[in-house]
């Protein structure tokens, strides 16, 4: 249908902002336009509908706010939990998922910066403000709204809401002080006796001290600076004092991951066994931990948890475990659960990479851990409570009264697993202050533990090797996949043993050990250089070497990751098995995957495969489904083009998965360089007043 003169003149409202949306006439033509990016990969389906939904909602909206909606929603699928407008007209097409180089970026479709390269601030903030689609912050509760605006930021409702529960949560516990015990120094100086090494301060007995006086507190650092220690010891302090007067804390430990619960189940109860406490208070220290979806009961197929506000955790003390994991969304439910008069104690490495999902708690939390920002109260409690002099650490002076959280957080620093001497340590520590071209040397030194290979092309059968044999033909040295295999038949109990017999459970839990001894890591999942593509490469190196027959989909020695809770069978998202042939009661050979209990005690259950819905081959995974796992030996592949998830963090995460080799992997030189060089933004506005 043909259009008249005064269809194709602007109306009052479009001409005010003609020169940022001038090929959008009306929300269809900002509809249309989202379509297109949705058949191109950049925008999500969901992003579409979400905005189709407030078109429905209030037809004729605005493009300007259509726009905005669309790029907010986007940006929860990055990890954001809001849209900052500022840096969105600054760096418009990160707005999106545009490919970083590439012929998807050609043609007439119109691009973030062309409709908002010439918009001015302030008529974007004041158009969304005069949506109906859009209520302000502080008047959320007189206008519910699917979009709220609060300053530079935009955020769909619910996560709006998620970040103001913590922030408010959070202010109130740290407000609620608990009485410090009188020998209270006297108790640290016991559970610490052996001290930090001449000259050092002793943050672990810092840190302890510090979460004995509030509601909640945050135990930050790297890998083997000793966070499981702390809080062990911690849990010994609290619960002294408990058990003395007759009335036990009830302390449960969480953390959010099955992995990541079963090396803490072990590893916790080691330090409680060891600890120089009364038999009674140590009776009274929990060893098992559970996942956080488990503590808070999650309901199959909701978002709900048979825990919440109505109905919170029956507890005193919570600790929850590789916290830099946790979204904001769970944050808000474990938040929502907790008793008010509950200590919670969160312990992680803010430096490794954030949740899946939207958000970077602890992250958003551990902004000034590094620096200290200590009142001058807070310094002087804490040499009283420690016996040590701060002076002369580093630590910047808190100002006035800002800052509350900063006087519940304690970095420790000294990492016993990597020393000074260890390459691990020192790569790490350059990857994460972004030093690229130290770091490129010291992987040049060829030292004892950190080794890196670029490879000349997909077909380099230098990684072939790497992935067989590691990085020594022998059995010494890092071992590669080879290992593992040949454990399966070399400790094989002896045909006709009974299938009853503990020694076909010991064998399994071997043959998990070993798997151990190696893992292959990637940036991506897609590609020659990702999950997909290295797990089929690895699966045929294997088999061409005879060691695995891949023929059927089950096969002997097949490792594979649960990759959804199911309790059912008592297996967790992360949790890795192996399938190993056994004897059944008539002893015929029956494939079964083996998978450790994750409950600390080092035993072995097996599942028949037809019962594993949800699990893929694990020969390769990426970084993110590694944290709460520690390897002998990990190789980081690199992928061989920048991509967005290429960063600092994934790679100093990558790095510290390995406790005696790292191996570092490149299709071509320079992408290392590149990925260092970068880091995560996640956008919040969580404690960012911290007043």
Known sequence: MSRNLDDLLPTPLQAEHLSALAPLRDSHDLLALLDRWVERGWLRALDRAFVGFL????????????????????????????????QTLAEPDFALSLPPEGDALTGPLLLPSQLLGSLDLALWLQRIGQSTLVAAGDSLAQRPRPLVLSGERLYLRRYWTYERRID??????????????????????????????????????????????????????????????????????????????????????????????????????????????????????????????????????SRHFRHHAGNPLPLDVLVVDEASMIDLEMMANLLDALPANARLVLLGDKDQLASVEAGAVLGDLCRDAEDGCYWPQTLAWLEQMGGQSLAGVGLQAGDGLRKPLAQQIVMLRHSRRFGEGSGIGQLARLVNRQQALEARALLAKRLDDVFCLTLGGEHDKRLDRLLLDGLNQGTEGPQGYRSYLRTIGRLRPAPGTPADDPRWEQWASEVLRGFEAFQLLCAVRKGAWGVEGLNERVARVLHNAGLIDTQQPWYEGRPVLVTRNDYGLGLMNGDIGIALRLPDEQGEALLRVAFPRNDGSGGVRFVLPSRLSDVETVFAMTVHKSQGSEFSHTALVLPDALNPVLTKELVYTGITRAKQCFSLVEPRAGVFEEAVGRKVRRVSGLMLEQV
């Open 168 to 301: 408010t949560t959070l202010h109130e516990r740290l407000a609620r002080q608990f009485p410090v015990q009188a020998d209270l120094p006297q108790r640290l100086a016991q559970l610490f006796d052996e001290g930090a090494p001449m000259g050092e301060v002793d943050w672990q007995k810092l840190a302890c001290a510090l979460a004995t006086r509030a509601g909640f507190s945050v135990i930050t650092g790297g890998p083997g600076t000793g966070k499981t220690t702390t809080v062990v010891r911690l849990l010994a302090l609290l619960q002294g004092p408990a058990v003395e007067q007759g009335r036990p804390l009830r302390i449960r430990l969480a953390a959010p991951t099955g992995k990541a619960a079963a090396r803490l189940t072990e590893s916790i109860g080691q330090q409680v066994a060891r600890l120089q406490v009364a038999s009674e208070v140590r009776e009274q220290i929990p060893t098992e931990v559970s996942t956080v979806h488990r503590l808070l009961g999650s309901r199959p197929g």
């Open 55 to 86: 078109e429905e909602r209030a037809p004729g909206s605005d493009p300007l706010v259509l726009l905005a909606a669309a790029l907010a929603s986007h940006q929860l699928g990055h990890g954001h939990v809001c849209l900052d407008l500022r």
